[in-house]
Each structure stands twice: as structure tokens, then as C-alpha cells.
């Protein structure tokens, strides 16, 4: 299993309540001569590396996520791991860790998480709500990594980060933060409303 917290640049501790940890400052514009915000997001699928945890097997995604989630001015931190068979099948565990509160774990029988492929017909918005609702919950191997990067290559309005991209999502903007080795999706926030970062993703054979 491979933790991906060492690249993800915000630290976990100490949210100040109603401020989410920082997103990557938005870089104006290449300079004449460097790649578009496309080209370097193609590029980086193109050199997509191995992951640790892709040689790990089983018949479960399992994905662990930290998010921070903004309800008025108050920010509330969660600890989320979710396990998905190919059936549909497994198990939502969340608890809020930051102000302490109640968790809940919910298992899912087959068909009950269902994972419906990316439409790229659809609109810019729900194609990237549909990507990342997918590296939420399902291990992507290294060519589907590959694959979900050229998707959000093709989206309107994409733009380079420090250290990743945005693009326009409804209201908002939506920014994507890489491991530029593994081509894995680290982190993802929509304005100043959440924030998710995965701690860690493999595959396993049974539920805990």
C-alpha cells in the first residue's frame, strides 16, 4: 500500500474553523513558448509511472480520504475509507475527526455502489464529477490513470496550478492536484466549499 500523504503538500492538522487548508496558487498563464495547460496535462499522462499499489490484488477498491467540508463559516473534517467490488458491492466508513463527532459504517450489497463509465458526451461538469466520484471509491490502474488525465485534458477552461489544474465546475472552480510520477489524482477542491485528499488507495482481498 502506498501512502500518498508525503506528496500531498497540506498539512492535516490544525484547521482553523472556517478556513480549508489551501489549494495550489493559480499560475496566470504559461510563458511564450511553454506548453498550454492541456499539452502539460497530456504530458503527464503520457509519462504516467507505476504506483506501489498496483501490483496489490483482491476483489476490493479500497480508497481512504480525509475531507473538509464547509457549512456556513464552520469547516468540519471527516476520515472516510470506502471499499468497492466489481459487483457494486462494499463499505462507506466515515467519522468526523475534526470537531469530534459520531461515524457511521454502512455495508452495500451487489449493485448498491454502482460505478456507470464516464459519458464524454455529457457536460464539462459531469464528466468531472463522474471521474472523481470514481477515484473516490475504485483503484484506477495505470492506463485508466492515464485515461482520466487525457479526459480532463479535453475539458474547456483548464488551467495550470502549482501543483496541479483547474477548471470551471457550475459555480465554482475546481482544482486537481497530480503525483506527477504515478499520474494518481491526490487531492481535489471545489472553491472554498470542500476539499478532499487521499491518504492512501490498493486493492484487498476480504472487508475488515
Same mark, same amino acid.
Given at each position: 500500500?502506498?501512502?500518498?500523504? $508525503?506528496?500531498?503538500?497540506?498539512?492535516?492538522?490544525?484547521?482553523?474553523?472556517?478556513?480549508?487548508? *489551501?489549494?495550489?496558487?493559480?499560475?496566470?498563464?504559461?510563458?511564450?513558448?511553454?506548453?498550454? +495547460?492541456?499539452?502539460?496535462?497530456?504530458?503527464?499522462? *503520457?509519462?504516467?509511472?507505476?504506483?506501489?499499489?498496483?501490483?496489490?490484488?483482491?476483489?476490493?477498491?479500497?480508497?481512504?480520504?480525509?475531507?473538509? &467540508?464547509?457549512?456556513?463559516? *464552520?469547516?468540519?473534517?471527516?476520515?472516510?475509507? @470506502?471499499?468497492?467490488?466489481?459487483? =457494486?458491492?462494499?463499505?462507506?466508513?466515515?467519522?468526523?475527526?475534526?470537531?469530534? =463527532?459520531?461515524?457511521? #459504517?454502512?455495508?452495500?450489497?451487489? =449493485?448498491?455502489?454502482?460505478?456507470?463509465?464516464?459519458?464524454? #458526451?455529457?457536460?464539462?461538469?459531469?464528466?468531472?464529477?463522474?471521474?472523481?466520484?470514481?477515484?473516490?471509491?475504485?483503484?484506477?490502474?495505470?492506463?485508466?490513470?492515464?485515461? $482520466?488525465?487525457?479526459?480532463? +485534458?479535453?475539458?474547456?477552461?483548464?488551467? $495550470?496550478?502549482?501543483?496541479?489544474?483547474?477548471?470551471? &465546475? $457550475?459555480? #465554482?472552480?475546481?482544482?486537481?492536484?497530480?503525483?506527477?510520477? #504515478?499520474?494518481?489524482?491526490?487531492?481535489?477542491?471545489?472553491?472554498?466549499?470542500?476539499?478532499?485528499?487521499?491518504?492512501?488507495?490498493? @486493492?484487498?482481498?476480504?472487508?475488515?
Amino acid at each position: 500500500m502506498r501512502a500518498l500523504g $508525503a506528496v500531498v503538500a497540506v498539512v492535516l492538522g490544525g484547521l482553523a474553523a472556517g478556513v480549508l487548508p *489551501a489549494a495550489a496558487q493559480t499560475v496566470l498563464g504559461p510563458p511564450p513558448g511553454a506548453p498550454s +495547460a492541456r499539452e502539460r496535462l497530456l504530458m503527464l499522462a *503520457a509519462a504516467a509511472g507505476p504506483a506501489a499499489a498496483d501490483g496489490s490484488t483482491g476483489r476490493y477498491s479500497r480508497v481512504h480520504l480525509v475531507r473538509w &467540508v464547509r457549512s456556513g463559516t *464552520a469547516v468540519a473534517r471527516f476520515d472516510s475509507e @470506502r471499499w468497492r467490488a466489481p459487483d =457494486g458491492s462494499g463499505r462507506v466508513a466515515e467519522r468526523r475527526i475534526d470537531p469530534p =463527532g459520531p461515524g457511521s #459504517t454502512v455495508d452495500y450489497s451487489s =449493485g448498491e455502489l454502482p460505478m456507470p463509465p464516464v459519458d464524454p #458526451t455529457a457536460d464539462p461538469t459531469a464528466i468531472v464529477t463522474s471521474l472523481l466520484d470514481m477515484v473516490g471509491i475504485r483503484y484506477l490502474d495505470r492506463p485508466e490513470r492515464a485515461a $482520466a488525465l487525457r479526459t480532463i +485534458a479535453g475539458l474547456p477552461g483548464l488551467a $495550470a496550478e502549482g501543483r496541479g489544474f483547474s477548471l470551471p &465546475v $457550475a459555480a #465554482t472552480r475546481l482544482t486537481i492536484e497530480l503525483d506527477p510520477d #504515478t499520474g494518481e489524482i491526490i487531492a481535489w477542491q471545489y472553491g472554498d466549499a470542500e476539499r478532499v485528499e487521499v491518504l492512501s488507495r490498493e @486493492r484487498v482481498a476480504e472487508l475488515p
